[in-house]
């Protein structure tokens, strides 16, 4: 309706209620409000010829009356936002110059904190990324997507991606769709029964390690003797770690045996149910199913007779020749902790906080 009394209006320079009313076929009191809004909106505009006579402006121009102060007011803000950056800037020296002092080790306390760190390291990364990730448990595939499309854009920068996961990785569906993808693209992948831990490196240069309290936050380091030590560790466990290859086709029976063997090595060693869950990277009731298998597989009744069986099949190899010592003599175990959705290097994929494996 106020588009009809409007285009009258345009034509006839009358604001008459009578008049309009006959000439769109609209009641009186419709008319009345129409013009009422059309006068507040600026769209009409009273003639000093008349009560009665008015005049249309145009849209564009009653969009720029309307919205002046709108615009005075943003620049307003603008101006303020302005004075804020600028007040604050000035101490920004200061705290340059407190962080450089042990810039070495910072530890983030906060999922936002950790965030915006591995970001900035992602948008300075040039050459390479090395990324251990124990556990193989379920992923979002909305969030899995998302880093998907992060990790493309480092691919495609030229810098190189290699990332370890737990053998349990290759059961689960969303983490073999991501792996074939990005690996598409140029990353690469491998599995092992056991991971070093948690580690997420860039060019060789600084590191993201979780706190060990098992919370959200992490342990930036930047020293350089301490993060080549760690990509040391890295490759040492890369070099002996399976290719992940498609889990269709390839590799998945090498896999269950290994973790099989793993698990029968870490009952003898006298590891509780727990602790095999998470060296394994598996959810604790995987673990058990596992274990009652090889119970059963044995013959055994207790833990003690699996241990003996397995030693009279010569199922158990020397564990320091395969890393599978006793939680305190071998790989520093993983923590415990939420579970961050997705894969890749950025926030909201993965980061440095302890997993919590699923089935």
């Known amino acids: 309706m106020?588009?009809?009394?409007?285009?009258?209006?345009?034509?006839?320079?009358?604001?008459?209620?009578?008049?309009?009313?006959?000439?769109t076929g609209h009641a009186p009191q419709e008319v009345r409000l129409s013009v009422e809004r059309l006068l507040d909106v600026q769209l009409l505009h009273r003639s000093p010829e008349g009560e009665s006579r008015a005049f249309a402006v145009a849209p564009d121009t009653a969009a720029s009356r309307l919205a002046a102060p709108l615009e005075e007011e943003i620049r307003a803000r603008q101006r303020d936002i302005g004075r804020i950056r600028e007040d604050l800037g000035r101490f920004m020296p200061h705290y340059l110059q407190r962080r450089s002092a042990g810039e070495a080790l910072e530890v983030l306390e906060n999922v936002e904190d950790v965030r915006g760190a591995l970001?900035?390291?992602?948008?300075?990364?040039?050459?390479?990324?090395?990324?251990?990730?124990?556990?193989?448990?379920?992923?979002?595939?909305?969030?899995?997507?998302?880093?998907?499309?992060?990790?493309?854009?480092m691919l495609r920068r030229g810098i190189s991606m290699r990332s370890l996961y737990h053998h349990t990785a290759r059961f689960n569906g969303p983490s073999q769709a991501y792996v074939a993808a990005a690996s598409a693209l140029g990353a690469q992948y491998r599995t092992a029964h056991e991971l070093f831990?948690?580690?997420?490196?860039?060019?060789?240069?600084?590191?993201?390690?979780?706190?060990?309290?098992?919370?959200?936050?992490?342990?930036?380091?930047?020293?350089?003797?301490t993060v080549a030590y760690l990509c040391d560790i890295f490759d040492q466990t890369w070099d002996h770690a399976t290719p992940f290859s498609n889990a269709v086709g390839q590799g998945l029976e090498e896999v269950a045996r290994e973790i099989?063997?793993?698990?029968?090595?870490?009952?003898?060693?006298?590891?509780?149910?727990?602790?095999?869950?998470?060296?394994?990277?598996?959810?604790?009731?995987?673990?058990?199913?596992?274990?009652?298998?090889?119970?059963?597989?044995?013959?055994?009744?207790?833990?003690?007779?699996?241990?003996?069986?397995?030693?009279?099949r010569g199922l158990l190899d020397d564990p320091e020749a395969d890393g599978t010592a006793p939680e305190g003599e071998g790989p520093t175990p993983e923590g415990e902790g939420p579970t961050p959705e997705g894969e890749g290097v950025a926030p909201e994929a993965e980061t440095v906080a302890p997993e919590a494996a699923a089935d």
């Open 2 to 23: 106020d588009l009809d009394v409007y285009s009258w209006v345009l034509e006839h320079r009358t604001i008459g209620v009578d008049a309009v009313a006959a000439g």
């Open 119 to 153: 970001n900035l390291a992602s948008d300075r990364c040039s050459r390479e990324v090395l990324t251990s990730q124990p556990g193989g448990g379920s992923r979002v595939p909305e969030a899995m997507q998302e880093a998907l499309r992060r990790d493309e854009a």
């Open 197 to 225: 831990g948690r580690l997420i490196a860039f060019d060789r240069e600084l590191a993201f390690i979780p706190v060990p309290d098992g919370s959200w936050g992490a342990v930036v380091i930047r020293e350089p003797a």
């Open 260 to 312: 099989h063997e793993t698990i029968i090595r870490l009952l003898a060693a006298g590891l509780k149910d727990e602790a095999i869950a998470r060296r394994l990277g598996m959810s604790l009731r995987t673990a058990r199913r596992h274990i009652a298998d090889i119970m059963e597989e044995l013959g055994a009744g207790s833990r003690f007779q699996a241990g003996a069986a397995a030693a009279a």
